[in-house]
């Protein structure tokens, strides 16, 4: 049977950038049919019915069937899989915190929506920002189902940080391995190196080669490279990232349902694993075991990155003390 998935602000770019993919069958294989659901504000609906015209012109073979609606109960029902996606991007200047009065109110009804009307497996990823405390509202208000079928998207933060460090080492990205993100999608996050590998080995010896002091490197250089490349591509090219946050979107559905073979990084619920408060989305290393999320337990983690977890997981007690606040949560 074909897999049933809802794309929120599907006529929007980063919509506009997934849906052929999925089409074609880059998230969930070669061998799966799909079936999409394309659910959009009114305003929005004109571009995701073209984007649906244009997905019936590429002819893929595993795509069954397309369906545009502007009703949720209608786009979650009988969903698998929901890519929450719809909301609005920030601008030149913006921090993703300045979105949350905006976005907050979207998350609320889809969350009651998919509870009502989605399949028992369904697995729900936020990609609209502020994504971790979106993901945290919409799970708030899935009554019945477990928090920890929602997520929010970090893997394209960690996408970022192996690029940044394969670069760095002259290595290629497909060696870079266990380069967590840690705590909130946003300038506070805590790309961590400590426990990388090159080819399967600690990037220590050649990390010091490169850069000379590591510490020194990763405060000036690489954290904040990664923590605001968010930032930089608004600058650069004037508006939000949209096919790097497709493909990681891609990237992380993938590894939550076919599995992983080693860590990598995602926003799941925090049970109080490394001190992170109960109840918040958090991104923490993670591997995909039989269709579910596990945090990756037992790192050493000394002061300095403590320091910097703490950080992050407290801006997120602030984002859900200000929904708290606005009456969402
Ligand atoms: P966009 O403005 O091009 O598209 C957003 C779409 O969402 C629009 O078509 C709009 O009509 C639709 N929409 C708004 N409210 C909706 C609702 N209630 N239900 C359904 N659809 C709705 O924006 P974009 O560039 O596609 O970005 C979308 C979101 O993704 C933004 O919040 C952006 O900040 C975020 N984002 C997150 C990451 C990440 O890594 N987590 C990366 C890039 C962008
Ligand atoms: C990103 O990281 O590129 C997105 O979250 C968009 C943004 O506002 O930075």
Partial sequence: MATTITITGAGGQIGYALLFRIAAGDMLGADEPVRLRLLEIPQGLGAAEGAALELQDGAFPLLEHVEVTDDAATGFEGANIALLVGARPRGPGMERADLLAANAGIFGPQGAAIAARAASDIRVTVVGNPANTNALIAASAAEGVPAERFTALTRLDENRARAQLAQTLGASVSDIRRVPIWGNHSA??????????????????????????????????????????GAEIIEVRGSSSVASAASATIDHVRDWVQGTDDWTSAGVISHGEYGVPEGLISSFPVRSVAGRWSIVEGLEIDDWARARVDASVAELVEEREAVRALGML
Avoid: N
């Fill in 188 to 229: 506070t996050q805590f790309p961590d190196t400590s426990h990388a590998t090159v080819a399967g080995a600690p990037v220590g010896a050649l990390l010091v080669d490169r850069v000379g002091d590591v510490r020194r490197w990763q405060e000036d250089t690489f954290i904040p490279r990664v923590a605001k490349r």
